[in-house]
């Protein structure tokens, strides 16, 4: 952890054009060159028609159980006070900005005004942390919301204050809740992170252990129990923490090279059909039909045993294919399409040939401290769980480069370290090779 140092005047005049280039950038971006209301297709027009019967009074029933409700109710609210869809653009914006404010704290309060400056450069012109401020879906309110609720879980652990670690944690834990609201995938994240913190709390000897644990509990568990209250009266009394789709997606990344999986439920006459992204790209094709309904998680669950049961080692294959899915393809859905170039092939190109080297360099330089829990060693263990946890719930899950995208914060803080790190390796050596000989 770094203490906040003033800014120089050089990194004053950085972090403005930044904050007003960026601000602009994705002003043009959600108003001109990607305005989500011209692509209202696919998983986008189901987040609208989900709000719009929000908004009209609608009924819940049994298959909107598939999705966390947060996204709709935003996105309703938003409609009521605005039926033109411009202020649940303007607030899309300002969310995005929201996520770049989260990066650059996190990335000052660990390692110092310079990385974070490094840090908020990329953040700026990172198109796929903007890109989804131009589309009705939940990742850009799960991103700010996943950035600040790790924002605030480092303020909890450096306030010198001793009210203000309840405090911190209590907000850290509201905004995870919040953000498990909009997608469950912070859910294993938070508790990976959760568990290294506490461990390396009392390898080091150091208070608050239990008032932080208890905070962050506190604070999600207030929005978990209403979420797991309307889930399980969805589901007809299946206990279900946030939404049904957990059993659909272990099926789906578990079942074998199949493309599209279509439930049919004869009971209550429904069909839903479901094709992950990562599947066009492996180059599957082939159809599955399933005779229940895709929010049966006990079915799903079922189904997923005896597949796994029949073949082990290939569901083991299977696992670990869902974590390599989170990083590697050519572009994420969907992709970042203007004037016919596809810029999410950029920067996804970016992403697995400059920013995850640098990233895994410098966390391997630091192993040992890592795997001894060393004093020293927090900041990247806040960076590096999260990330596990992702890849946790890929392996156990589904993997898709769309669930990675709102954790791509925190590899840019770690490339922006590794990159300061050598170079500040580099001017130590100037320094010293250029220092006066010493007399005798």
Same mark, same amino acid.
């Given at each position: 952890?770094?203490?906040?140092?003033?800014?120089?005047?050089?990194?004053?005049?950085?972090?403005?054009?930044?904050?007003?280039?960026?601000?602009?950038?994705?002003?043009?971006?959600?108003?001109?060159?990607?305005?989500?209301?011209?692509?209202?297709?696919?998983?986008?027009?189901?987040?609208?028609?989900?709000?719009?019967?929000?908004?009209?009074?609608?009924?819940?029933?049994?298959?909107?159980?598939?999705?966390?409700?947060?996204?709709?109710?935003?996105?309703?609210?938003?409609?009521?006070?605005?039926?033109?869809?411009?202020?649940?653009?303007?607030?899309?914006?300002?969310?995005?900005?929201?996520?770049?404010? =989260? &990066?650059? +704290? $996190?990335?000052?309060?660990?390692?110092?005004? *310079?990385?974070?400056?490094?840090? !908020?450069? #990329?953040?700026? @012109?990172?198109?796929?942390?903007?890109?989804?401020?131009?589309?009705?879906?939940?990742?850009?309110?799960?991103?700010?919301?996943?950035?600040?609720?790790?924002?605030?879980?480092?303020?909890?652990?450096?306030?010198?204050?001793?009210?203000?670690?309840?405090?911190?944690?209590?907000?850290?834990?509201?905004?995870?809740?919040?953000?498990?609201?909009?997608?469950?995938?912070?859910?294993?994240?938070?508790?990976?992170? =959760? &568990?290294? +913190? $506490?461990?390396?709390?009392?390898?080091?000897? *150091?208070?608050?252990?239990?008032? !932080?644990? #208890?905070?962050? @509990?506190?604070?999600?568990?207030?929005?978990?129990?209403?979420?797991?209250?309307?889930?399980?009266?969805?589901?007809?009394?299946?206990?279900?923490?946030?939404?049904?789709?957990?059993?659909?997606?272990?099926?789906?990344?578990?079942?074998?090279?199949?493309?599209?999986?279509?439930?049919?439920?004869?009971?209550?006459?429904?069909?839903?059909?479901?094709?992950?992204?990562?599947?066009?790209?492996?180059?599957?094709?082939?159809?599955?039909?399933?005779?229940?309904?895709?929010?049966?998680?006990?079915?799903?669950?079922?189904? !997923?045993?005896?597949?796994?049961?029949?073949?082990?080692?290939?569901?083991?294959?299977?696992?670990?294919?869902?974590?390599?899915?989170?990083?590697?393809?050519?572009?994420?859905?969907?992709?970042?399409?203007?004037?016919?170039?596809?810029?999410?092939?950029?920067?996804?190109?970016?992403?697995?040939?400059?920013?995850?080297?640098?990233?895994?360099?410098?966390?391997?330089?630091?192993?040992?401290?890592?795997?001894?829990?060393?004093?020293?060693?927090?900041?990247?263990?806040?960076?590096?769980?999260?990330?596990?946890?992702?890849?946790?719930?890929?392996?156990?899950?589904?993997?898709?480069?769309?669930?990675?995208?709102?954790?791509?914060?925190?590899?840019?803080?770690?490339?922006?370290?590794?990159?300061?790190?050598?170079?500040?390796?580099?001017?130590?050596?100037?320094?010293?090779?250029?220092?006066?000989?010493?007399?005798?």
């Amino acid at each position: 952890m770094q203490p906040l140092l003033p800014l120089s005047r050089a990194q004053r005049v950085i972090v403005w054009v930044c904050w007003l280039g960026g601000g602009l950038l994705r002003l043009i971006y959600v108003l001109v060159l990607h305005p989500p209301t011209r692509h209202v297709y696919s998983d986008m027009q189901g987040y609208v028609q989900r709000a719009l019967n929000r908004v009209a009074g609608g009924p819940e029933n049994i298959g909107d159980s598939l999705y966390p409700p947060g996204t709709s109710m935003l996105f309703a609210k938003l409609h009521q006070l605005d039926p033109t869809s411009g202020l649940t653009v303007i607030a899309q914006w300002l969310l995005s900005l929201g996520t770049m404010a =989260g &990066i650059w +704290v $996190i990335a000052r309060a660990l390692y110092g005004n *310079r990385v974070a400056v490094l840090a !908020l450069i #990329a953040t700026t @012109l990172y198109l796929p942390l903007f890109h989804y401020a131009g589309l009705f879906l939940a990742e850009n309110p799960f991103t700010f919301c996943l950035v600040a609720a790790y924002a605030c879980l480092i303020k909890a652990i450096t306030t010198s204050r001793p009210v203000g670690t309840p405090l911190w944690a209590l907000a850290a834990g509201l905004l995870a809740g919040v953000a498990a609201s909009l997608k469950a995938t912070i859910l294993l994240p938070v508790a990976v992170t =959760g &568990i290294v +913190v $506490i461990v390396w709390l009392i390898r080091n000897r *150091r208070r608050g252990a239990v008032t !932080l644990a #208890a905070g962050v @509990l506190i604070g999600m568990s207030t929005l978990l129990l209403p979420l797991a209250e309307r889930c399980t009266r969805l589901a007809e009394g299946h206990f279900c923490l946030v939404s049904t789709n957990t059993g659909m997606n272990a099926l789906m990344g578990h079942a074998g090279e199949y493309a599209e999986f279509v439930w049919v439920d004869p009971v209550r006459n429904s069909t839903y059909s479901f094709t992950s992204p990562s599947a066009p790209m492996r180059g599957y094709t082939a159809p599955v039909r399933l005779n229940f309904g895709a929010y049966d998680v006990p079915a799903n669950v079922a189904e !997923l045993n005896t597949r796994i049961a029949a073949d082990p080692a290939a569901a083991l294959r299977w696992s670990l294919r869902n974590v390599v899915d989170l990083f590697i393809g050519r572009d994420f859905w969907p992709g970042a399409v203007y004037q016919q170039r596809n810029w999410s092939r950029a920067y996804q190109w970016m992403l697995q040939w400059l920013l995850l080297p640098l990233a895994l360099a410098w966390l391997i330089y630091r192993a040992p401290r890592l795997i001894r829990l060393r004093d020293d060693s927090l900041a990247e263990w806040l960076l590096l769980t999260p990330l596990l946890g992702l890849m946790l719930t890929a392996f156990i899950s589904l993997g898709e480069l769309r669930f990675r995208i709102p954790f791509d914060g925190f590899v840019i803080i770690l490339a922006a370290q590794a990159v300061l790190a050598v170079f500040n390796r580099e001017q130590r050596r100037v320094n010293r090779d250029n220092a006066p000989p010493v007399l005798p």
